[in-house]
T-cell receptor, first 112, second 114 residues
Framework: GEDVEQSLFLSVREGDSSVINCTYT??????LYWYKQEPGAGLQLLTY?????DMKQDQRLTVLLNKKDKHLSLRIADTQTGDSAIYFC????????????FGTGTRLQVFP | DAGVTQSPTHLIKTRGQQVTLRCSPK?????VSWYQQALGQGPQFIFQ???????QRGNFPDRFSGHQFPNYSSELNVNALLLGDSALYLC?????????????FGQGTRLTVV
């Protein structure tokens, strides 16, 4: 089935690390994605990971994938106030790579 | 490069009316997908157009239809609007072989049905 779940809110202090978690149910997932949505804006692709990888690092962003537990996380190092946004994880499946399946989003609030 | 552009940015319609939303893909992209994002939810896939045909469709009623033009731009039409159709409608463009790792989203059209 298609189901991607995320916690709704995360609040962190500026300069700390943020970890946003996501679980998915479809073991046929191929790519897993993290998108950022700022108020009044569309979706910005932050990073993605192929399902045969465990980790991917891109500057302040680290993606960890635990395929056995179907768990994906996004770590943002040195979180800044500009990181405040809604973060969506999404997946595509091996039999249907055209369609993105999104989670409900995690609202990250960064306070000084 | 203007990226993916959508119009209008905001729209208010009355229940029962019909609406047309427009999307111009990023330069070099020829595949357009439409998503509906209800308030507080993640985007839901409506359908995808490639070579002027609907290639795939999500779980949306026939009231939702689309079109793709020879210049790759696309329209989303919704008939007999319901209050529940109020949402942000997002358009994404990509190349057919690029998959979603190269998909770009527009800013969306905020539709309010009253």
């Amino acid at each position: 089935g298609e189901d991607v779940e995320q916690s709704l809110f995360l609040s962190v202090r500026e300069g700390d690390s943020s970890v946003i978690n996501c679980t998915y149910t479809d073991s046929s997932s191929t790519y897993l994605y993290w998108y950022k949505q700022e108020p009044g804006a569309g979706l910005q692709l932050l990073t993605y990971i192929f399902s045969n990888m465990d980790m991917k690092q891109d500057q302040r962003l680290t993606v960890l994938l635990n395929k056995k537990d179907k768990h994906l996380s996004l770590r943002i190092a040195d979180t800044q106030t500009g990181d405040s946004a809604i973060y969506f994880c999404a997946e595509t499946q091996s039999y249907n790579t055209d369609k993105l399946i999104f989670g409900t989003g995690t609202r990250l609030q960064v306070f000084p | 490069d203007a990226g993916v552009t959508q119009s209008p940015t905001h729209l208010i319609k009355t229940r029962g009316q019909q609406v047309t939303l427009r999307c111009s893909p990023k330069s070099g992209h020829d595949t357009v997908s439409w998503y509906q994002q209800a308030l507080g939810q993640g985007p839901q896939f409506i359908f995808q157009y490639y070579e002027e045909e609907e290639r795939q469709r999500g779980n949306f009623p026939d009231r939702f239809s689309g079109h793709q033009f020879p210049n790759y731009s696309s329209e989303l039409n919704v008939n007999a609007l319901l209050l529940g159709d109020s949402a942000l409608y997002l358009c994404a463009s990509s190349r057919p072989t690029g998959s979603n790792t190269e998909a770009f989203f527009g800013q969306g059209t905020r539709l309010t049905v009253v």
